[in-house]
């Protein structure tokens, strides 16, 4: 089992910034692969970003250029920088993880945080 703890979410205006961090602890070795998701009320959970241990990314193609993925190995801890934020950014967001970078739904889920942005 993994179990992911995540911090960081909150209100911010349009155009502002947050910081979501995520940790790992237990059986670190199912946790190639670490991610973000959201979903927002109403719609379908979608991959936001994802990074495996070795430093292979894959984004949305709606927070291109916007949302960073960054991995410490040493803590277990991914993190999403999230900068240019815009209301339709606002979701609950939840860590993931998994064996795989590509499975279609990771096994491993934190209890997720609320990111709000405001017009």
């Known amino acids: 089992q993994v179990q992911l703890v995540e911090s960081g979410g909150g209100l911010v205006q349009a155009g502002g910034s947050l910081r979501l961090s995520c940790a790992a602890s237990?059986?670190?070795?199912?946790?190639?692969?670490m991610g973000w998701y959201r979903q927002a009320p109403g719609k379908q959970r979608e991959l936001v970003a994802a990074i495996t241990r070795g430093g292979s990314i894959k984004y949305a193609d709606s927070v291109k250029g916007r949302f960073t993925i960054s991995r410490d190995n040493a803590k277990n801890t991914v993190y999403l920088q999230m900068n240019s934020l815009k209301p339709e950014d606002t979701a609950v967001y939840y860590c993931?993880?998994?064996?795989?970078?590509?499975?279609?739904?990771?096994?491993?889920w934190g209890q997720g945080t609320q990111v709000t942005v405001s017009s």
């Open positions: 237990g059986k670190i070795s199912s946790a190639n692969a």
């Open positions: 993931a993880a998994d064996r795989s970078f590509s499975s279609p739904e990771y096994d491993y």
